[in-house]
């Protein structure tokens, strides 16, 4: 099936401990996109990526990174500058040739324990 | 800049009521409008999406949004609510590759 995969689902991260977050997509979009959401809040964007090679920071970049090698591939670390963690994260796509929709994964839940 | 204003953090309607959350949008020109839904712990789904052409637009799970220019508004509607349908409700304005989401309307079915 066509769509986002997330991985791990849930993540519990030590203080001081970079994660990493996976999110791959089969649905060929060249757009990527990931997302904080916080208990009761509405979606933020930590950075996003056009095309393979590039991306740009959102409106929360601090203390996150990401890379994008791969069309389907655009993987989010968390490192050890992000203050507060703690967060439900989401990874989304789109294209043009979707109409210009975007998708978003099933998410990932990060605890810092 | 663009923004995306959901008036309404939380509404409650009873089970078979009908239902609509309101959505207003600021840009310049003719956006792409979109409403997703969000259960708790999942990500978000698309319900409908209103691009052009007939302002009355069809979704999924009975869903239908009204596009209206003059008002710049796009409100979810739901002639009857079932107790499935609670949970987090959340507009968009898309441009391009960029989107522009509202805070979220939390519904609550009651019996």
């Known amino acids: 099936d066509g769509g986002i995969t997330q991985s791990p689902k849930y993540l519990f991260r030590k203080e001081g401990q970079n994660v990493t977050l996976s999110c791959e997509q089969n649905?060929?979009?060249?757009?990527m996109y990931w997302y904080r959401q916080d208990p009761g809040q509405g979606l933020r964007l930590i950075y996003y990526s056009q095309i393979v090679n590039d991306f740009q920071k959102g409106d929360i970049a601090e203390g996150y990174s990401v890379s994008r090698e791969k069309k389907e591939s655009f993987p989010l670390t968390v490192t050890s500058a992000q203050k507060n963690p703690t967060a439900f994260y989401l990874c989304?796509?789109?294209?043009?040739?979707?109409?210009?929709?975007?998708?978003f994964g099933e998410g990932s839940w990060l605890t810092v324990v | 800049a663009q923004s995306v204003t959901q008036p309404d953090i939380h509404i409650t309607v009873s089970e078979g009521a009908s239902l609509e959350l309101r959505c207003n949008y600021s840009?310049?020109?003719?956006?792409?409008l979109f409403w997703y839904v969000q259960s708790p712990g999942q990500g978000l789904q698309l319900l409908l999406k209103y691009f052009s052409g007939d302002t009355l637009v069809q979704g999924i799970k009975g869903f239908e949004a009204e596009f209206k220019r003059s008002q710049s508004s796009f409100n979810l509607r739901k002639p009857s609510v079932h107790w499935s349908d609670a949970a987090e409700y959340f507009c968009a304005v898309g441009t391009g590759n960029q989107f522009y989401f509202g805070t979220g309307t939390s519904l609550t079915v009651i019996p």
């Open positions: 840009y310049g020109a003719t956006p792409y």
């Open positions: 649905l060929n979009h060249d757009a």
């Open positions: 989304a796509s789109s294209d043009q040739f979707s109409g210009n929709t975007i998708y």
